[in-house]
C-alpha cells in the first residue's frame, strides 16, 4: 500500500523554525523526486520545494529561498523541509509530493500555522 505521511507541523510564533519530515511507503522511494507545496487560506497551491531523486539538485520558490531547505534520506525513505525564519504569511497546509514518469502520490498534508 502506498502511502505518504507528514509530521512536524504546528504552531510557531514569527522567526522560529519548523521541520517537515514525509514518510514514503509502498514503493521505490529512492526512484521518486520528492516535493513540497502548500496550500494557504484563500490562495492556490504553491510549489515550494524539489528535490531530485538522489537528492543532488534542489530547487525553491523565491517565497523561501534562502529560509527553507529540502533534503532527503533515500535509506529511511524520507523527504524533509527545514523551514527557518518563519513568518505568518508561510501559515499554510503542506503538503508532500512524489512523482516518477509513472505515478504521482501525495500525503494527506499538515497544518503550520506561523503567529505571535
Known amino acids: 500500500q502506498v502511502q505518504l505521511v507528514e509530521s512536524g507541523g504546528g504552531l510557531v510564533q514569527p522567526g522560529g523554525s519548523l521541520r517537515l519530515s514525509c514518510a514514503a511507503s509502498g514503493f521505490a522511494f529512492s526512484s521518486y523526486v520528492g516535493r513540497w507545496y502548500r496550500r494557504a487560506p484563500g490562495k492556490e497551491r504553491e510549489l515550494v520545494a524539489t528535490?531530485?531523486?538522489?537528492?543532488?539538485?534542489?530547487t525553491y520558490a523565491d517565497s523561501v529561498k534562502g529560509r527553507f531547505t529540502i533534503s532527503r534520506d533515500n535509506a529511511r525513505n524520507t523527504v524533509f523541509l527545514q523551514m527557518n525564519s518563519l513568518k505568518p504569511e508561510d501559515t499554510a497546509v503542506y503538503y508532500c509530493?512524489?512523482?516518477?514518469?509513472?505515478?504521482?502520490?501525495w500525503g494527506q498534508g499538515t497544518q503550520v500555522t506561523v503567529s505571535s
Open positions: 509530493n512524489t512523482y516518477n514518469w509513472a505515478h504521482n502520490y
Open positions: 528535490i531530485t531523486s538522489s537528492g543532488d539538485t534542489t
